[in-house]
Nanobody, 114 residues
Framework: QVQLVESGGGLVQPGGSLRLSCTAS????????TYWYRQAPGKQREWVAS???????RYTDSVKGRFAISRDNAKNTVDLQMNNLKSEDTAVYYC????????WGQGTQVTVSS
């Protein structure tokens, strides 16, 4: 059984940084495609960033140059470094991993506010 757990969310001022981490059991990130999504209040869940099994990273346009997704194979974690945060980045952030099937974490709240 795959379990994904996100951590690192919190309250940060505009322009600040946060680092989210997704830890897993029952799946090896190195052979999976892993994604970060977010869902703001009243909006649909949207894809933010991804890293595939080969290490290729992709980002939605609104976070390019500010967010960075990375994977630590030894720790079996996938992180999302978020810099220069804006109020519109406020959302619940979810980790998703796909290997044979799709699994989601429970999410971590990120609030960007002064």
């Amino acid at each position: 059984q795959v379990q994904l757990v996100e951590s690192g969310g919190g309250l940060v001022q505009p322009g600040g940084s946060l680092r989210l981490s997704c830890t897993a059991s029952g799946i090896v990130f190195a052979i999976a495609d892993t994604y970060w999504y977010r869902q703001a209040p009243g909006k649909q869940r949207e894809w933010v960033a991804s890293i595939d099994s080969g290490g290729t990273t992709r980002y939605t346009d609104s976070v390019k140059g500010r967010f960075a997704i990375s994977r630590d194979n030894a720790k079996n974690t996938v992180d999302l470094q978020m810099n220069n945060l804006k109020s519109e980045d406020t959302a619940v952030y979810y980790c998703r991993a796909i290997w044979r099937s799709s699994s989601w974490g429970q999410g971590t709240q990120v609030t960007v506010s002064s």
